[in-house]
């Protein structure tokens, strides 16, 4: 059996209904280790959930003012909410990107669109971005009618500048990789205003997908949870 393209568009559209967007899929090779399915079975597919722009921010703000009580890591609570639902209706099993030991979402996500890292290691997207991210994803114990993208187009590949390696004040992003105690202790610091309330100056920096680079305040959110504020 293969879950056919018309169902995963039916999928997709149950996604979107809360601005989340069906991030390609693929089916697992048969000699790969994989997670197991909805009925313990090893999963033969995956479908990944995430977000373009930041479309899921309102439905998750009216989701956050109704809940009655303050809730832990909200952003996450939401989305297994949301893409668990999702997956109940459609026989698959939800998995996040939060769920501990960790599964491979970036190897996962590289393979269902066919994106590679930037030089902040965010998946580079051609028409997002750096402004995207995943929040889930759904295992099937059947085939999709979906295969891995070949030949996408990496824009660091031709962006000579970087001007994503030059507007860090303390240049925790360099061809060593990521400083993150330098980073977060700037952050928290007190010339760390502007990555505090308009977000990551690097990120901020790079030219593509500024159609869905995140408001201030959604920035603004992401950087407290990442400075533990
Ligand atoms: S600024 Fe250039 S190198 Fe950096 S993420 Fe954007 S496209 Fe890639
Ligand atoms: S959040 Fe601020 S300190 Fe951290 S890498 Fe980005 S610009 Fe630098």
Not at 165 to 179: E, H, I, T
Not at 193 to 210: I, K, S
Request: glycine fraction near 10%; charge should be neutral.
């Amino acid at each position: 059996m293969i879950l056919a393209r018309s169902m995963i568009e039916t999928i997709a559209a149950a996604l979107s209904a809360h601005g989340l967007t069906l991030r390609g899929g693929f089916n697992f090779a048969g000699d790969e280790e994989t997670p197991s399915g909805l009925s313990g079975g090893a999963a033969r597919s995956v479908l990944l959930v995430g977000q373009a722009g930041a479309a899921p921010w309102p439905h998750f703000l009216r989701w956050k003012e109704s809940q009655l009580q303050a809730v832990a890591n909200p952003l996450d609570t939401w989305s297994r909410e949301v893409i668990g639902g999702v997956a109940n209706d459609f026989g698959a099993r939800a998995v996040s990107p939060s769920d501990r030991p960790y599964l491979p979402f970036q190897q996962w996500a590289m393979r269902a669109e066919g994106l590679r890292p930037s030089p902040l290691g965010i998946l580079m997207h051609p028409q997002y971005g750096l402004w995207h991210a995943y929040r889930g994803a759904l295992l099937f114990e059947v085939e999709i009618a979906l295969h891995e993208p070949r030949g996408v187009i990496h824009l660091c590949d031709t962006c000579v500048d970087k001007p994503c390696l030059k507007s860090c004040p303390v240049s925790a992003y360099s061809a060593d990789g990521f400083a993150y105690e330098t980073c977060l202790a700037h952050v928290r610091g007190q010339s760390g205003a502007p990555c505090r309330t308009g977000g990551c100056l690097d990120r901020n920096a790079c030219p593509y997908g500024v159609d869905y680079r995140y408001p201030p305040q959604v920035q603004a959110f992401h950087m407290a949870a990442f400075a533990g504020r």
